[in-house]
C-alpha cells in the first residue's frame, strides 16, 4: 500500500508539473509560481507525543494565485508530499499559503526575510486509523483525510531562491474517535519560477 501511495504521487506530481507548464501560445501566463524541497523531522513531538520515527522528504508546488482570491489576500494554491523514509505515515496535502516579506534588501537588492503560513487538508496512508491499542511505533489519526497547517521563516538569497524552517502539522481536529497528529518540522529550499 505504501508503495502504491508514493507512486501515485510521484504521478500527481509529474502530472502536475507537466500542466503547469505552459505551451507556447499561452507563455504570457505563469501558473506555476515556486517548487519547494526540503527534508523534515517525522512526528517531532510539539503538539503532541513522539512516537513515529524517521525523516520526511517534503516536495511542495506553489501556484500563482488567481484573481478570484485577492479578496482573502491572494494566498498561493498548493500542493505536496511529505514522503517518510522510515515507511511510517506518509501523506499528501493541499491548501493556500499566505505569505509576507518581513524585511527587504538587507544585504543586497532582492533579498529579504519572509514569513508563510497555510491551512488545508492531508491525505495519509497509515493504517489502522483507530483501535486500542495503537500498533508500535504508529499513531492512530482518526480519519484518512486530516487538516493541515504550516508555518515557515526563511530568507530570500534573491528573487529565485530561498531557504527556510518549516513547520508543519496535520490531525483531524477531533473529529474522528483519534486524533494523534503528526508534527514535522525541518528546512527547506525554495526555487522561483
Known amino acids: 500500500m505504501i508503495a502504491a501511495f508514493r507512486a ?21 501566463v505563469k501558473i506555476l509560481d515556486e517548487f519547494k524541497a526540503g527534508v523534515l523531522s517525522h512526528d517531532v513531538g510539539f503538539l503532541g507525543h513522539h512516537v513515529e520515527t524517521g525523516e520526511d522528504v517534503n516536495l511542495e508546488l506553489l501556484f500563482t494565485p488567481p484573481a478570484i482570491l485577492d479578496i482573502i489576500g491572494s494566498p498561493r494554491p498548493h500542493i505536496g508530499a511529505d514522503i517518510n523514509t522510515a515507511g511510517k505515515t506518509s501523506d499528501g496535502y493541499f491548501g493556500l499559503t499566505w505569505g509576507i516579506m518581513l524585511l527587504q534588501n538587507l544585504f543586497q537588492p532582492g533579498d529579504g526575510i519572509f514569513a508563510n503560513g497555510s491551512l488545508g487538508g492531508a491525505v495519509h496512508d ?18 484518512r483525510i486530516l487538516f493541515r497547517e504550516s508555518a515557515e521563516l526563511g530568507y530570500a538569497i534573491n528573487p529565485r531562491i530561498d531557504v527556510s524552517a518549516f513547520l508543519d ?25
Open 126 to 143: 497509515a493504517s489502522p486509523l483507530t483501535g486500542a491499542p495503537p500498533p508500535p511505533g504508529r499513531k492512530l489519526l482518526g480519519s
Open 8 to 28: 501515485a504521487l510521484a504521478a500527481s506530481f509529474t502530472v502536475t508539473v507537466t500542466l503547469a507548464a505552459p505551451a507556447p501560445a499561452m507563455a504570457q
Open 169 to 193: 502539522h496535520i490531525s483531524n481536529a477531533n473529529l474522528a474517535p483519534r486524533n494523534a497528529g503528526i508534527t514535522s518540522a525541518g528546512a527547506r529550499v525554495g526555487f522561483k519560477f
